[in-house]
């Protein structure tokens, strides 16, 4: 089985549990978006018990309907996928001048393939029994939270918020939204801490029973052909430890010993989508000669400039995994954000944003000859328009990126209080620049200006009466100062682009 054939085992039971993830979030979501348009605070307070309550029956039944598919699909693999492995080694038997013994006499491997088929099931239970959320306090610490503590505290946290006015609903949205897109769900072993998002938990406890099964089968053929070598598969982009024995033929003990097979990171371990097969010396052909082998490596491991930066091609496959989690978390942003209602320049930049990432993956592999592999964006089952709309496309059309990389967004008059987190640029009829920045509250905390105002005398700073207004509020909310000081270093740097 190839590589490419492997990685389409699990893709059903992945798909499974990020639609399961997505309700879950969807949900906190919807309760966010009805409670903080609610009239006040109590109306959250009188009505918390029974929306979690309620919450809890629903992730129940969602798990019921989740498992429900898994068993189906594991059913699947544990039948069809083994069925078509173990009668894929037919043609060594015919070389060999043997015949296969039929799968449904093969009693031995029956049996292990209905166990490890039901310690997978078990294992799917225990797995969403076990959920929750991977929260980041102040200080950077990361600590498990399970589902029950997570609703609760993330919806009381913003319902604060909201309806004290210290963040506007859209914040609250974005802030909610980005802190469970980069956790996930996750399988969290709440006795060692250990914890992966549950489609990474589900393929990795799948992939672990078929390998088994696979690696008897592989086993159980060379021993009917009477030999104890096997010759190990050759794909691209294998990690560097693997490079050295794959493609090449090994007897059962170096497959321990020099391949690792049966330990976590060696052949068959995790991750790996090596595999062994009977070779009979004398008989069997080698799919690479060692030349090959060797030309075939020096062209991977040839490195190629992105960015300034150099890649192997194992190296480049990883950042292509890198890019295509990173685009999984904007389609689940744009979603959510959609979902919550969320304003529309919010929405806009989030697409804009995945576009972006798009653009430069297409790049990126373009460059690595590498092919690209959008399937492991798309899997995960989420439905909508992820891309701006053509009216969408000239609103970001129309705005700018400074030299950090910021977005600015053009407008024809200045406000104290703007988009959260955004920037401004307004253009000057005598062509200076001001640009304003807004903080979390979308109240205006400073401002940047390129130029002295035609006021050279009481603008002393800088080489062409460049400088910077913060803004200050009073105890009462409203504007009290708005000193003038020189650029910073670090503001320079990230508006060279008008200086």
């Known amino acids: 089985m190839t ?42 307070q009188i009505s918390r018990t029974i929306q979690l309550g309620k919450s809890e029956e629903d992730i129940k039944q969602w798990i019921k309907e989740t498992l429900g598919v898994t068993d189906k699909e594991l059913d699947n693999i544990f039948s069809e996928r083994v069925y078509s492995e173990y009668y894929g080694h037919e043609k060594a038997y015919v070389l060999s001048g043997m015949q296969q013994i039929p799968y449904e006499r093969n009693t031995e491997l029956k049996q292990m ?31 498990p939270s399970t589902l029950t503590d997570f ?3 993330t919806l009381d946290n913003a319902m604060m918020d909201i309806h004290s006015g210290a963040f506007d609903y859209n914040t609250v949205l974005k802030r909610t939204v980005d802190m469970m897109t980069k956790s996930g769900v996750r399988w969290i072993d709440y006795k060692t801490g250990y914890h992966s ?4 938990a589900a393929r990795r406890s799948v992939m672990t029973g078929f390998r088994q099964i696979q690696g008897k089968i592989n086993e159980q053929v060379a021993r009917e052909l009477k030999t104890d070598y096997y010759e190990v598969t050759y794909h691209a982009g294998a990690r560097p ?16 010993s020099v391949c690792g097979l049966g330990t976590v990171t060696g052949l068959h371990g995790a991750n790996c989508y090596h595999d062994y097969n009977a070779f009979i010396p004398g008989v069997s052909v080698r799919t690479y000669t060692d030349e090959q082998l060797e030309k075939m490596m020096t062209d991977e491991n040839t490195l190629r400039e992105y960015n300034g930066k150099e890649y192997t091609t194992y190296t480049a496959l990883q950042q292509q995994r890198k890019m295509e989690r990173a685009m999984r978390k904007s389609r689940q942003d744009i979603n959510l954000l959609q979902k919550g209602n969320a304003d529309e320049e919010t929405v806009i930049n989030a697409k804009a944003k995945y576009q972006g990432q798009m653009q430069t ?11 690209q592999q959008m399937n492991r964006v798309y899997n995960d089952g989420l439905k909508g328009r992820f891309l701006p ?55 205006q905390t400073k401002q940047i200006s390129n130029n002295n105002h035609g006021n050279p005398k009481q603008h002393l700073y800088g080489e062409h009466g460049e400088h910077a207004h913060d803004y200050i509020y009073g105890e009462d909310g409203k504007l009290k100062e708005r000193p003038m000081r020189e650029l910073t270093m670090q503001e320079r740097k990230e508006n060279e682009d008008i200086l």
Do not use: C
């Open 241 to 256: 430890t693997h490079q050295l024995w794959q493609g090449r033929v090994w007897s059962y003990g170096q497959l321990q």
């Open 389 to 443: 709309t053509k009216t969408e496309q000239k609103k970001i059309e129309s705005n700018i990126v400074n030299a950090a990389g910021k977005r600015i967004i053009r407008v024809d008059r200045t406000s104290i209080r703007g988009i959260p987190n955004s920037i401004t640029q307004k253009e000057g009829k005598k062509g200076g620049i001001d640009r304003n920045y807004y903080g979390a509250d979308g109240r």
């Open 3 to 44: 590589q490419g054939e492997l990685e389409t085992i699990p893709l059903q039971l992945e798909r499974a549990m990020s639609d399961l993830e997505e309700r879950i979030m969807e949900d906190i979501v919807r309760k966010i978006e009805i409670n903080g348009f609610s009239g006040a605070a109590s109306d959250w």
């Open 113 to 143: 393939v209905a166990a490890i088929a039901e310690q997978t099931k078990d294992t799917f239970k225990n797995m969403t029994a076990s959920m929750g959320f991977i929260t980041v306090n102040r200080s950077g610490k990361k600590s």
């Open 197 to 200: 998002r549950i489609e990474v």
């Open 361 to 371: 993956y297409t790049d990126f592999s373009n460059k690595m000859k590498l092919p």
């Open 151 to 153: 609703y609760r505290e």
